[in-house]
């Protein structure tokens, strides 16, 4: 028997009570989607191989001292980043916008 591989979108989780939420909007469009938390290593998420990442919201800002961060080689993983609130904030920043 050959196992299936599925194309994966991953959220990462900053918090917010949204992250369940845009999980499962993705996969009710038939994507599997796993949840990570922001304290993920690069290597943890290297290692899921995902199709696409979304950065979700959180209750934090970017601006404030010892704010939430994902590990910024996630920008540089080939993949599409999809940043939503403080996951879009983030973005901006890292990136130098």
Do not use: W
């Not at 050959?2 to 989780?13: A, G």
């Amino acid at each position: 028997m050959s196992e299936q591989r599925h194309e994966l979108v991953l959220v990462i989780d900053f918090g917010a009570q949204y992250a369940q939420l845009i999980a499962r909007r993705v996969r009710e469009c038939g994507v599997y989607c796993e949840i990570l938390p922001y304290t993920a290593t690069l290597e943890r998420i290297k290692a899921k191989e995902p199709a696409a990442i979304i950065l979700s919201g959180g209750p934090a800002s970017v601006y404030v001292e010892n704010a939430p961060k994902v590990d910024a080689g996630v920008f540089k993983l080939g993949v599409p980043v999809l940043g939503i609130c403080y996951g879009h904030q983030f973005t901006a920043q890292t990136l130098g916008g």
